[in-house]
DNA sequence: CTTATAAATGTTATATTATTACATAGTGTT
DNA sequence: AACACTATGTAATAATATAACATTTATAAG
């Protein structure tokens, strides 16, 4: 089993900001947002995110430079991520398909090269905004 | 068919940097070696890489902010990219697997979406690395 | 409980990556 | 020539991220 991590309240305070975004939050955005309660300079937050990104608890939308709270409930380890992004509102929705994942996760290259991480981004059209 | 793209001065100086280098490189270090040749300023090498991605000559690598060109012969629009990274010494390698762009490329998420584009990135070690 | 160690914090400065705004020049039609 | 379109040049600045160093807090070992 995996240890529970307690946040620290630097990072208790980041990953509340982040979780109740409907929408992914960018690293400024988020300075901006906590300078009233006492986080003033870029280093901590970006320490706060690297922690949680580290065990799992947000996600970095790497086209974006964005964060996401993860959506799979109790996900630990960000090794194995998908996601849809909409290109016209930039919607980010976090894809939790057990094929996906199996298919990926056993992919070998020509080599025979298992990989013990992914990320993966999908671009389209979210349902909205193709009407 | 595709119409073949001419490449502008800028887009062609650009592009021979980046097709000449065995790693990825970032926009600030092929400034940095442009310069010789009347390339002064950021905008304009981050203007040809704009176009470049955009007739899939080269891509970026989202996690490294770097760019790399395009392996798959005649690649001409970069809206399926899978690529291999070295965690380690930070080697990467395009992955061009039939099987894999299949099953991405008719992908569909829960709600039956379809995506008109993805970008995969697997993390691991390298041959080399890992003895 | 105290000492040692690791993890987190606070702060300033700076590095790196990318875009805005505006003026000019070339290219290809009609 | 007149038009639209693409590319270029240049300066300034915005946005994203890290280095370096001092201090504090949490955790574990004796």
């Not at 980041?14 to 409907?22: E, L, Y």
């Not at 937050?45 to 939308?61: M, N, P, S, T």
């Not at 996601?83 to 398909?97: A, G, H, L, P, Y």
Request: with cysteine; hydrophobic share 35%; proline share 2%.
């Amino acid at each position: 089993m995996h240890k529970e991590h307690t946040l620290t309240k630097n990072q208790q305070i980041i990953f509340d900001i982040i979780d109740k975004s409907p929408e992914p939050l960018k690293a400024y955005s988020i300075l901006f947002n906590v300078q009233k309660k006492g986080i003033k300079a870029p280093l901590q937050v970006y320490r706060a995110l690297d922690k949680l990104v580290e065990i799992g608890k947000i996600h970095k939308i790497e086209s974006r430079n964005a964060f996401i709270a993860c959506q799979n409930s109790s996900c630990q380890v960000a090794k194995a991520t998908a996601f849809s992004i909409c290109e016209m509102c930039e919607k980010v929705t976090e894809i939790s398909s057990t094929g996906l994942s199996k298919y990926l996760t056993n992919f070998k290259d020509k080599e025979g090269m298992k990989y013990s991480k992914y990320n993966l981004e999908f671009f389209g059209l979210c349902k909205k905004c193709r009407t």
